[in-house]
């Protein structure tokens, strides 16, 4: 087990927060029975995992459950939230540093977006068919969840150039 020492927790911290703004820019859509969003949190997630690898499932679950706590349109989401974009940071980070690669494997990074937006799709997929809208409102509500997977993946790739000069901010040795 990793040990939690102050420049980890900072960096989990900054990333959540992150997380929490990119989440907060949203456009809220009515579908499905409910209210639905196509947001920037899963962007930052994303590019959390670049840059702390497993450690991207404190900053999602923590940053957009935030969000969720401090919005009444959501709040009921606060506990799903939290356990689905964890599960996504986690798979994100994890799979972006297989091997060693430290999230500087283009291949890793493409799968890694992939595989932990499905962990997304799929969980609020479950969550919105037992738990709030049924079975075709939750088929509705995944196309927003496409689509902010989508943005998150065209807009993560290009930004992991960037990591060596965050590292450097940050003062990851990652």
């Not at 991207?56 to 799903?80: H, R, S």
């Not at 690669?101 to 890793?108: A, E, I, L, Q, R």
Request: net charge positive.
């Amino acid at each position: 087990m990793k040990k939690y020492n102050t420049k980890r927790l900072v960096n989990i911290s900054l990333f959540a927060a992150i997380c929490f703004i990119g989440t907060w820019i949203h456009f809220p859509i009515n579908i499905g029975g409910g209210t639905s969003m196509i947001h920037l949190g899963t962007t930052a997630i994303f590019l959390a995992a670049i840059f702390l690898g497993e450690d991207a499932a404190w900053a999602g679950a923590i940053g957009c459950a935030l969000f969720d706590a401090t919005n009444p349109q959501f709040a009921a989401w606060v506990i799903p939230t939290f356990i689905l974009k964890g599960l996504t940071g986690y798979v994100a980070g994890k799979i972006a540093y297989l091997n060693n690669s430290k999230g500087k494997n283009f291949k890793f990074n493409i799968l890694a977006f992939i595989v932990a937006g499905l962990v997304s799709l799929l969980g609020y997929f479950i969550v919105n068919w037992f738990v709030f809208v049924g079975f075709y409102g939750a088929l509705l509500k995944m196309t927003t969840s496409i689509i902010t997977t989508t943005i998150a993946i065209i807009i993560s790739i290009p930004l992991v150039s960037i990591k060596p000069i965050v590292n450097k901010a940050i003062g990851n040795n990652r």
